[in-house]
């Protein structure tokens, strides 16, 4: 029997504690609580109708879940360093250049006095049924400025900072935990047109080393204000998507490393859980933040062919020093799986890392719009039978063996 809430049972997990059953948390932050609000995506990327942490809110309450809201989209505060500065020159807006049943596409420009309007060269596509995408224009034969648009109006206003935080945490309550973002400097994919890449790196070294520092810099301050607030998130969500995947291991030590132990040594000095996040290859930057950070939780530590984790391994040697949270496949298991698939892979990583506690299970990154509700029902169904601590290893073990491969 149930004797946490879904909060307290995935703070104590994610503190490396033992809770009283394995909290259930798949990543479903994005696509499915959008298909479940019957609306077009667009009506919750573009104009926040409802907002993305609203919808999830309700996805959690569908499937009865232990929530993990790992970062509210609208959070952000001022920076109190910068400087006021308001250009009546210079004019800056995204309007939507394209609607059709099927999508809308949004276009930057910027515009100074006296001067035509400089088109982004990046587009953004807003499609009905899936999430938002950003790419060159010219990809989408959209390279030419446009010669008609409209302004994006009807978008629903939003609390800021920590107003906003204060109402998620007020409507979330003690269903699952909130984290605000605070991430180390990072290379990204060459094709994303800001920020960067691993080419930059090679060819201008020390401009690329100067901004890691001072990224970073700005980063530990801003997380020290974060925790100063008025309110507090539940957790620190930090590491990026795709850390390995445009960084080696290397270049990782060499821009990231050094913010990333300052974050969760501020997480530690703080008392609040710090998180990473990084989808990809993550077997090694695990390895990392056990022996030289004071991180507390990893995630989603993904299977081969998207990751290289192996739960079980991993659980053995690092998960003295932190709580781990995984790792389903998301398309062979989660989209494309039988329920029964769904009961045999989740005994399975109970098995491989609940053991005394400092496991969540959930899945390897975000889940497919399409991943059938009762996928996602066994998996806590599931923890519900099997996940109670102690945990019936002998149990585990018989109902692996009665489900076959």
């Given at each position: 029997?149930?004797?946490?809430?879904?909060?307290?049972?995935?703070?104590?997990?994610?503190?490396?504690?033992?809770?009283?059953?394995?909290?259930?948390?798949?990543?479903i932050s994005n696509m499915i609580p959008c298909r479940l609000t019957g609306k077009p995506f667009w009506d919750i990327y573009l104009y926040r109708n409802p907002p993305l942490w609203r919808a999830y809110i309700d996805a959690v309450e569908h499937f009865g879940l232990d929530g993990w809201i790992y970062s509210l989209e609208e959070f952000s505060l001022d920076d109190p360093?910068?400087?006021?500065?308001?250009?009546?020159?210079?004019?800056?807006?995204?309007?939507?250049?394209?609607?059709?049943?099927?999508?809308?596409?949004?276009?930057?420009?910027?515009?100074?006095?006296?001067?035509?309007?400089?088109?982004?060269?990046?587009?953004?596509?807003?499609?009905?049924?899936?999430?938002?995408?950003?790419?060159?224009?010219?990809?989408?034969?959209?390279?030419?400025?446009?010669?008609?648009?409209?302004?994006?109006?009807?978008?629903?206003?939003?609390?800021?900072?920590?107003?906003?935080?204060?109402?998620?945490?007020?409507?979330?309550?003690?269903?699952?935990?909130?984290?605000?973002?605070?991430?180390?400097?990072?290379?990204?994919?060459?094709?994303?047109?800001?920020?960067?890449?691993?080419?930059?790196?090679?060819?201008?070294?020390?401009?690329?080393?100067?901004?890691?520092?001072?990224?970073?810099?700005?980063?530990?301050?801003?997380l020290k204000r974060v925790l100063a607030g008025p309110v507090r998130s539940d957790f620190i969500l930090t590491g990026g998507s795709g850390m390995l995947v445009f960084m080696t291991p290397d270049i990782l030590r060499d821009l990231a490393l050094p913010t990333l132990k300052k974050i969760t040594q501020v997480c530690r000095q703080e008392g609040i859980p710090s998180q990473v996040h990084c989808c990809g290859p993550e077997r090694e930057l695990v390895k990392i933040c056990a022996e030289e950070t004071e991180l507390l939780s990893i995630n989603p530590l993904e299977v081969p062919p998207m990751g290289d984790c192996?739960?079980?391994?991993?659980?053995?040697?690092?998960?003295?020093?932190l709580g781990l949270m995984g790792n389903l496949h998301t398309t062979d298991v989660m989209l494309r799986g039988s329920v029964k698939d769904i009961r045999r892979e989740s005994l399975e990583a109970i098995r491989a890392a609940g053991e005394n506690g400092g496991f969540v299970l959930s899945t390897g990154d975000q889940c497919g719009r399409d991943t059938p509700d009762e996928n996602i029902r066994e998996m806590v169904n599931v923890a519900n039978e099997f996940g109670v601590y102690p945990l019936d290893v002998a149990a585990i073990d018989r109902e692996i063996k009665r489900l076959g491969s």
């Amino acid at each position: 029997m149930s004797t946490l809430t879904s909060r307290e049972r995935m703070l104590k997990a994610m503190r490396n504690e033992m809770p009283d059953r394995v909290p259930v948390a798949p990543d479903i932050s994005n696509m499915i609580p959008c298909r479940l609000t019957g609306k077009p995506f667009w009506d919750i990327y573009l104009y926040r109708n409802p907002p993305l942490w609203r919808a999830y809110i309700d996805a959690v309450e569908h499937f009865g879940l232990d929530g993990w809201i790992y970062s509210l989209e609208e959070f952000s505060l001022d920076d109190p360093n910068a400087k006021e500065t308001q250009d009546d020159e210079v004019k800056q807006e995204t309007v939507i250049v394209k609607q059709t049943d099927e999508r809308i596409v949004t276009r930057g420009y910027t515009q100074r006095k006296g001067r035509g309007r400089e088109w982004s060269r990046h587009v953004t596509v807003y499609p009905r049924a899936d999430p938002p995408t950003t790419l060159l224009a010219s990809k989408v034969g959209m390279e030419q400025p446009p010669d008609k648009w409209r302004p994006i109006e009807g978008v629903k206003p939003q609390k800021k900072g920590f107003d906003l935080l204060k109402e998620a945490l007020d409507l979330f309550d003690n269903r699952g935990v909130i984290g605000i973002w605070a991430g180390p400097p990072q290379l990204v994919s060459p094709e994303q047109g800001s920020g960067y890449s691993i080419y930059d790196y090679c060819d201008r070294y020390d401009e690329v080393k100067q901004w890691s520092a001072s990224s970073g810099e700005w980063a530990v301050n801003y997380l020290k204000r974060v925790l100063a607030g008025p309110v507090r998130s539940d957790f620190i969500l930090t590491g990026g998507s795709g850390m390995l995947v445009f960084m080696t291991p290397d270049i990782l030590r060499d821009l990231a490393l050094p913010t990333l132990k300052k974050i969760t040594q501020v997480c530690r000095q703080e008392g609040i859980p710090s998180q990473v996040h990084c989808c990809g290859p993550e077997r090694e930057l695990v390895k990392i933040c056990a022996e030289e950070t004071e991180l507390l939780s990893i995630n989603p530590l993904e299977v081969p062919p998207m990751g290289d984790c192996d739960l079980a391994d991993i659980k053995k040697n690092y998960g003295h020093k932190l709580g781990l949270m995984g790792n389903l496949h998301t398309t062979d298991v989660m989209l494309r799986g039988s329920v029964k698939d769904i009961r045999r892979e989740s005994l399975e990583a109970i098995r491989a890392a609940g053991e005394n506690g400092g496991f969540v299970l959930s899945t390897g990154d975000q889940c497919g719009r399409d991943t059938p509700d009762e996928n996602i029902r066994e998996m806590v169904n599931v923890a519900n039978e099997f996940g109670v601590y102690p945990l019936d290893v002998a149990a585990i073990d018989r109902e692996i063996k009665r489900l076959g491969s």
